[in-house]
């Protein structure tokens, strides 16, 4: 990799961590720590507001952003894959989001990159038989909710049709036998359930902060699942 290749790469790094340790920058380069700092003096001597924290790392500062102008065909092609993946196993809420995110994509694409991927997106698709797409769209609030530590009150189908009401705190979420689960603690059981999301017929963010603390990872439940 030259330098400006490596220049505009940790750019990219800086800009989709809020800190980054100079050791890091160094593993994923493949370079010298005292190379970091040479990289990092040289952004800024072009104008690159980048900072230091003690014991944090490197940061941008806030409100800077180089948008990523040279995507390759390979790497625009791969997104439109994901995007078409997104469709077929998220829900309305990711799927509206995706869609969003790879159209400003394709803005910044050069022109003869954006015609080959306006060409690959007409032939790629999956097919979704009309009873198998998701009826509900909470995935989105989902992300959110675990992202925020929110407690979620919902109403629940379970596999007999009975309806259920209760509070719960989202943890994981987890997909697997071709559908997406949430693992979350629940109030009315006092312990962790497993939902199936497409089963939970209303879901309201309280706004509330949860009431326990957690240790979920999502690979230690994949894993116990697996050994069932």
């Given amino acids: 990799m030259n330098r400006i290749d490596r220049l505009m790469g940790l750019i990219t790094v800086l ?4 800190y980054v340790l100079p050791e890091k920058i160094a593993e994923k380069f493949g370079m010298s720590v005292r190379t970091v700092y040479r990289d ?18 490197y940061h941008i500062a806030q409100g800077f952003f180089l948008p990523p102008l040279l995507f390759t065909t390979e790497e625009a092609n791969a997104l439109i894959l994901l995007q078409t993946l997104a469709n077929r196993f998220t829900d309305q809420s990711i799927a509206r989001h ?3 995110a790879l159209n400003k ?48 009150h919902i109403k629940y189908a ?23 689960h949430l693992i979350a603690w ?24 949860f009431r326990k603390e957690h240790a979920f990872k999502a690979e230690e439940y994949l894993k116990f699942f697996s050994q069932r």
């Fill in 98 to 100: 995706s869609t969003s």
């Fill in 40 to 57: 990092v003096k040289a952004l800024n001597e072009i104008g690159v507001p980048v900072g230091f924290e003690p014991n944090k790392g």
């Fill in 105 to 152: 994509i394709k803005a910044v694409l050069r022109s003869y990159d954006k015609e080959m991927a306006d060409q690959m997106s007409t032939q790629i698709n999956i097919y979704v038989p009309e009873d198998e797409k998701a009826a509900a769209a909470h995935l989105a609030t989902l992300q959110q909710a675990i992202a925020q530590k929110h407690i979620l």
């Fill in 186 to 209: 629940c109030w009315l059981r006092n312990e962790y359930r497993d939902f199936k999301v497409k089963t939970i017929v209303k879901l309201t963010n309280s706004g509330k902060p």
């Fill in 15 to 18: 800009q989709s961590r809020k």
């Fill in 158 to 180: 379970d596999n007999k049709g009975a309806h259920t009401e209760r509070d719960i705190e989202p943890v994981g979420l987890v997909f697997y036998t071709f559908q997406w």
